[in-house]
């Protein structure tokens, strides 16, 4: 924990634990750092006479109340597994939202409202590149931003199983990157598996 004394530590403490619904969280922080997933929420259920851990999800840094990133039914979590890649700087990596539910006592991502909840930036993206095509390959200045727009599209509709939606963004990155770049971003997007839940990175 990044804190100052005890008393700050025992009121972060008190902050990051509770219950909400039937679920207890527990906080846990790295203390600081830029990391995605410096701070996250550990969740609990009780199963019997004994306390079971359900999964880890991220937990807002600006938010200390346990529980934040669970409502009606549902945990989000952000897809950090692309946090650092070959195209683009940390900075501009692909993290999408992912939507989890609980299942036979584990996290298990619901694909659906995960490819919903992350449509609008879907389009938004689909724009800055499909504008660039025709003019051939992307300059190193580009890259932050269209080729970041690619990296997030291709990763998002691949983790969703939308097959024709990935399939749309690598024609896109064949036009526009040069054979090395394009060697990098599908080595970068073979990392991802459709409904892996986010991890460390």
């Known amino acids: 924990m990044g804190v100052s004394d005890d008393q700050e530590a025992l009121s972060q403490l008190k902050a990051g634990v509770g219950w909400k619904n039937r679920y207890l969280f527990v906080r846990e922080s ?3 750092g830029n990391a995605w997933r410096c701070n996250v929420d550990h969740i609990f259920r009780v199963n019997g006479d004994r306390l079971v851990e359900l999964g880890v999800i991220f937990a807002h840094p600006e938010s200390r109340d346990a529980g934040s990133g669970y409502g009606e039914g549902y945990f989000r979590d952000v897809y950090n597994k692309l946090e650092m890649n070959s195209i683009t700087s940390h900075a501009a990596a ?3 939202w992912v939507w989890l539910k609980e299942k036979n ?13 992350n449509a609008a930036w879907y389009a938004e993206r689909v724009e800055k590149y499909r504008k660039r095509l025709g003019r051939g390959r992307l300059t190193e200045e580009e890259m932050e931003d269209v080729g970041a727009a690619l990296l997030f ?3 998002l509709a691949r983790y969703c199983g939308r097959m024709a939606e990935e399939r749309e963004a690598l ?3 064949e036009r526009l990157f040069d054979v090395k770049t394009l060697r990098s971003f599908r080595n970068d997007l073979a990392i991802v598996k459709p409904g892996e839940l986010p991890g460390s990175s």
């Open 30 to 32: 790295c203390g600081g």
């Open 94 to 96: 692909p993290g999408f």
């Open 105 to 117: 006592g584990r996290l298990v991502a619901d694909l659906g409202r995960t490819w919903r909840e």
């Open 153 to 155: 599209n291709a990763a």
């Open 171 to 173: 024609k896109a990155a």
